[in-house]
Structure formats: structure tokens, C-alpha cells
């Protein structure tokens, strides 16, 4: 007995509300391969050009609006699993209608970063199936941008909310000068709500 009903078919549970969540049109966004091929460097927010620029507003503006107050609404909103239900598979390729505006390095379709990333990990960790796995579907969250999610609700790096962040985030403390937790006493310490681990 399966303890999951099989999905046969994709199946719209909520209306999309965007069926092309981007900012920027396709076209706008630069190849960084031939610039970066001599510095061999990854992940360079430094640039001012479009592309970084709006890598830029999309940290900036993650990092002002995610708050604890915020994070419990998505909770709200998210954790009754009431938006779509599909595959794996389904899922990594409505993923391909998406830029992530996120992303200083790429514009490859998410399924071709998602395998990519699977392979990777399954060439450098073969007896390690779980992590292949995690490769695969790292990315899958970012379906709720097609839900009236903003992007910077969505992609870029994870960080937790309810205390300080680190001062090596992407594109440091500064970022988060508009955060209103920033300015509440529980939650602007290095600790902030949490408990130090035993």
C-alpha cells in the first residue's frame, strides 16, 4: 500500500498568478561565460551592469522584507499545501519558465542547473543517493514564484530570520538596514530568538 496517492498528471490546486515571473526580459540578461573565463570567478556581485543590478535589488529587497512576521505568513499561507501537486519532473520543468533574478552567474533553464548540480554531486559523493537527490530538487520552492510570490520571497542564498546575520552574507550588514528586525531588541543580537545549541 503506497503511503502517497500516485500523480498521474499535474494538477492546479490554486490559480497561477504569474505565468512568467521575471522582472527583466530574457533578453536584457548578459552571458557572463566569455567576461568570466579568464578570472575563473563564480558567483561575482561586484559588476555594475544590469544583470548585477538586478541581483542587487533582489538581495535588497530579501533582505529588508523577510522578517519574523513575515515568515509566519508564508508559513500561513504555504504549509496547507493547497497550491499545486505534481511530479518531480512536472515541477523542474514549469521551474524552466523562470529567471532567477537571483543569480550573477547563469541564465541556464532550472532543469539544466538542477541536473547539473545532481550530477555534480553524484560524481564527487557516489554512495551518498540522498544528497543526489537534494541536488535534484534544491530549487523546487521556487515554484511558489508563479503563486504571487515576489522573487526575492523565493531564490537566492537562505539566511535565518530572528536574529543578526552574519556579517559574510551577500551583500553584507547593509543590506539589511531596512529590516525591521533589525531595529527589535529580540531579534537584532547574535542570538536573537533562538538558544544557543548544548
Avoid at 557516489?126 to 520571497?153: C, N, R, S, T
Amino acid at each position: 500500500i503506497p503511503l502517497l496517492p500516485t500523480i498521474t498528471k499535474m494538477r492546479i490546486l490554486a490559480e497561477v498568478v504569474n505565468n512568467h515571473p521575471e522582472l527583466l526580459d530574457a533578453s536584457e540578461i548578459i552571458r557572463p561565460e566569455e567576461k568570466l573565463k579568464d578570472k575563473e570567478a563564480f558567483r561575482d556581485y561586484s559588476d555594475n551592469n544590469p544583470l548585477q543590478q538586478r541581483v542587487k535589488k533582489t538581495y535588497y529587497d530579501m533582505h529588508t522584507n523577510q522578517t519574523v512576521d513575515f515568515v509566519k505568513a508564508k508559513h500561513e499561507k504555504w504549509l496547507g499545501f493547497n497550491h499545486v501537486e505534481c511530479t518531480i519532473m512536472e515541477a523542474l520543468e514549469k521551474l524552466n519558465e523562470l529567471i532567477d533574478e537571483s543569480d550573477p552567474d547563469i541564465d541556464l533553464p532550472n532543469i539544466v542547473h538542477a541536473f547539473q548540480t545532481a550530477e555534480r554531486i553524484r560524481a564527487d559523493y557516489p554512495d551518498e543517493d540522498w544528497f543526489h537527490l537534494v541536488g535534484l530538487i534544491h530549487d523546487l520552492g521556487k515554484i511558489m514564484a508563479f503563486y504571487d510570490e515576489p522573487q526575492w520571497a523565493v531564490v537566492g542564498d537562505t539566511f535565518p530570520t530572528g536574529c543578526m546575520p552574519q556579517k559574510s552574507i551577500v551583500y553584507g550588514l547593509d543590506s539589511f538596514k531596512n529590516n525591521k528586525d533589525m531595529k527589535d531588541a529580540r531579534y537584532n543580537t547574535e542570538l536573537g530568538m533562538y538558544k544557543k545549541n548544548r
